[in-house]
């Protein structure tokens, strides 16, 4: 149920008790019964009306939780979702860095030549689901940035060697693999608090 459409019952809640305590009352007038039958009644009103009053405002609450805890699992879904695109921008940049094919290697390129903020940064769109991610998450996803660049500057030398170079097969590189093998395990980190905090919520 809506926020508004519970406000708007707990307000005409009183109405429609005090009508129902009031038919009661000229019920117990009309049959000619005492003072003390009427405040019985006015007692039994104000328990029920208290009574009733607490239940909405409980129920209200726990609405509001589970709207919140919805809000933060898609906020947490969107981001699982750009992880997982930002892993598999690691990975074309690793492969078009010691590919010799020139469309993968073009490909990689265009990325890397793109602001490393637009690349390990979260979306604009996604700026509302900032609100919901615990301080961990967020200060685990600023982790990016550094080992990015030199994952970049790394990737671009290994493309320069094998553009110089007269063989058709691109030789291990251990610095660029040490520098891609450092962003996935930044994402995984995030993916691991990001499970953290979402069990917290159970």
Known sequence: MPDNTISQVLNLLPALLALTFGARIGYVLA?????????????HFESTLALAKQQYEMQFKADQRMRIREELKSSYDRLAM???????TFDEINAGALSSNETTRAKASAIMDASPWEIVNTP???ASC???WSTETRTT????????????????????????SDSDHAPFDADLHESHEEL???INEVRNQ???DLENLK
């Open 184 to 186: 996935i395990y930044i």
């Open 130 to 132: 900032n609100f919901y």
């Open 82 to 88: 750009w992880l997982r695109e930002l892993e598999r």
């Open 141 to 164: 996803l600023r982790k990016f940035l550094g080992p990015y660049c030199k994952f970049i500057y790394r990737a671009k030398s290994a493309m320069a060697r094998i553009a110089n």
């Open 124 to 126: 604009a769109d996604m």
């Open 31 to 43: 049959n000619r019964g005492t003072a003390r039958d009427i405040e019985m009644i006015d007692r």
């Open 194 to 196: 990001m499970r953290s």
